[in-house]
């Protein structure tokens, strides 16, 4: 291996300046003894002593999985590449834009290599219908599809096939979870596999009910309770405004989930919420504005307040729109 030999008291100067310069090799060890030290470089350099030493190789992992397609695909196809990319346990999901169909498979090799994760599907179509799932196809790694997925304290089991589930919502049920109290009774709407519900009963002592209309969301849910071992906490499988009615009490807290459709059960949540209680409600927007109306628009209809405690953009879903949440505090109004 090429070497620059320098005296140890300049091997730190020497270092950055061939780093800086781009002629030090990143995938070996500088190697440094009593008197010298070896720094690896790409080529002679004239006013340095070059020797040839044998140093350890580095075991260099790419800092993204574009590095990976270098020589595969130009850099404007990179470019057109998101290198974000949703993890959900042992599986990756990946979004390519339809230029790069062609080389979907160059693609899912190099996301297989980079995340060592067992399998890698590409979206195929937006999420849809009431069950929300979305198509996908495998492009690298094996076809299994059923997986378990880590996130604060919580494991939650699902086929990425049969459910909708985002990984990018760790952060906001965290946040929900940490504004909850103990003794809450607890109603989420859209609850899907449970992610709410389950993150929510590891961390406190409350009462929740989980209701979805994908039956397979709630078999997977059913299990997580489960794998966690959680108390009080209830999975029906039907659709909310159904099963409404049948409520034996009012909620503390209402969960809703569902940003493309959740407005259409604002009237039900003002019903079923308790005075002073907390309705976290999500939907997809440029801002808070739409939202709040809506909120109020619901409530008036039902003689309540809206006191908005806490406004938050959680993801981006496209240029200029967000997934939003509002957090409100639903009052009864009083009859003077």
């Known amino acids: 291996m090429k070497c620059v030999k320098v005296p140890l008291k300049?091997?730190?100067?020497?270092?950055?300046e061939l780093m800086e310069k781009e002629l030090?090799?990143?995938d070996y060890r500088i190697k440094a003894e009593s008197d010298y030290g070896y720094i690896p470089i790409k080529e002679d350099i004239e006013e340095y002593e070059i020797v040839d030493i044998e140093l350890e190789p580095l075991n260099t992992r790419p800092h993204n999985f574009a590095e990976?397609?270098?020589?595969?695909?130009?850099?404007?196809?990179?470019?057109?590449?998101?290198?974000?990319?949703?993890?959900?346990?042992?599986?990756?999901?990946?979004?390519?834009?339809?230029?790069?169909?062609?080389?979907?498979?160059?693609?899912?090799?190099?996301?297989?290599?980079f995340t060592k994760r067992k399998a890698i599907y590409m979206k195929k179509s937006a999420v849809h219908g009431t069950t929300r799932i979305r198509d996908l196809e495998l492009i690298a790694g094996e076809d299994k599809p059923v997986t378990i997925h880590k996130e604060h304290g919580a494991r939650l089991k699902l086929n990425v096939k049969e459910v909708y589930f985002s990984p990018r919502l760790a952060t906001e049920r965290k946040r929900v979870s940490d504004s909850v109290n103990d003794g809450e009774n607890i109603l989420d709407m859209f609850c899907g596999i449970g992610p709410f519900p389950i993150v929510i009963a590891k961390n406190n002592d409350v009462n929740i009910t989980g209701v979805d209309i994908n039956d397979n969301a709630i078999k997977y849910f059913r299990e997580n309770i489960r794998l966690n071992k959680v108390k009080n906490v209830e999975a029906i499988c039907t659709d909310a405004?159904?099963?409404?009615?049948?409520?034996?009490?009012?909620?503390?807290r209402i969960i809703m989930n569902l940003p493309g459709l959740a407005y259409d059960f604002l009237d039900v949540a003002m019903q079923l919420i308790e005075d002073g209680g907390i309705i976290n409600y999500y939907e997809f927007s440029d801002g808070y504005e739409h939202g709040t109306k809506r909120l109020i628009d619901a409530a008036l209809k039902e003689n309540k307040n809206v006191e908005i405690i806490?406004?938050?953009?959680?993801?981006?879903?496209?240029?200029?729109?967000?997934?939003?949440?509002i957090d409100a505090k639903i009052t009864t109004k009083y009859q003077h």
């Open 68 to 113: 990976l397609l270098e020589g595969e695909l130009d850099s404007g196809e990179i470019e057109d590449l998101r290198t974000s990319f949703d993890t959900i346990g042992d599986v990756v999901i990946l979004e390519i834009p339809d230029n790069l169909e062609p080389k979907k498979n160059i693609i899912g090799k190099a996301t297989l290599d």
């Open 24 to 26: 030090m090799r990143m």
């Open 310 to 325: 806490n406004t938050r953009k959680v993801k981006s879903t496209s240029p200029g729109e967000w997934h939003v949440a």
């Open 10 to 16: 300049k091997l730190n100067d020497v270092r950055k």
């Open 241 to 252: 405004r159904e099963i409404s009615k049948s409520f034996k009490s009012k909620f503390d």
